[in-house]
């Protein structure tokens, strides 16, 4: 897994950085080798905004993207919030590459046999029943 901490609007200290950088590092055991991980802290300029802290993370998956993002009043709490948040929906999208696959085999090893079938079977048997006769 390729990590990259951004910062958007400022930056970030190395304590948060770092911080952000072992609470996802917990990611890589569900990830493939290459996936890169990118992850962008912001803090919001409004006063009114209790959570200002935003972590958002985007991880560049095969198929389509996973894209999470989370508030809080730190930027610890943010990143926590947002590692679940991405656990979560990576187990999802790994259930559903491992899995699905499976499911269609199996739906068409138990497919019904169309009428259409039963009449060109039964057509082959008449014919050969005429010719045996």
């Known amino acids: 897994m390729r990590l990259q901490v951004k910062?958007?609007?400022g930056h970030v200290s190395d304590q948060v950085r770092a911080y952000a950088e072992k609470r996802l590092g917990k990611l890589e055991r569900r990830l493939y080798e290459g996936t890169l991980v990118e992850v962008t802290l912001e803090r919001l300029n409004?006063?009114?905004?209790?959570?200002?802290?935003?972590?958002?993370?985007v991880v560049y998956a095969k198929g389509s993207n996973i894209v999470a993002r989370e508030s809080a009043e730190?930027?610890?709490?943010a990143v926590d919030r947002l590692v679940d948040k991405l656990e979560r929906q990576i187990?999802?999208?790994?259930?559903?590459?491992?899995?699905?696959?499976?499911r269609a085999s199996q739906r068409a090893a138990k497919a019904p046999v169309t009428a259409d079938e039963v009449v060109s079977e039964g057509?082959?048997?008449g014919e050969t029943g005429e010719e045996a006769a």
């Open 123 to 125: 057509e082959t048997e």
């Open 91 to 102: 187990e999802r999208y790994r259930d559903k590459r491992t899995q699905e696959p499976r």
């Open 46 to 57: 409004n006063p009114s905004i209790r959570d200002d802290h935003v972590a958002e993370g």
């Open 74 to 77: 730190t930027y610890e709490a």
């Open 7 to 9: 910062a958007h609007k």
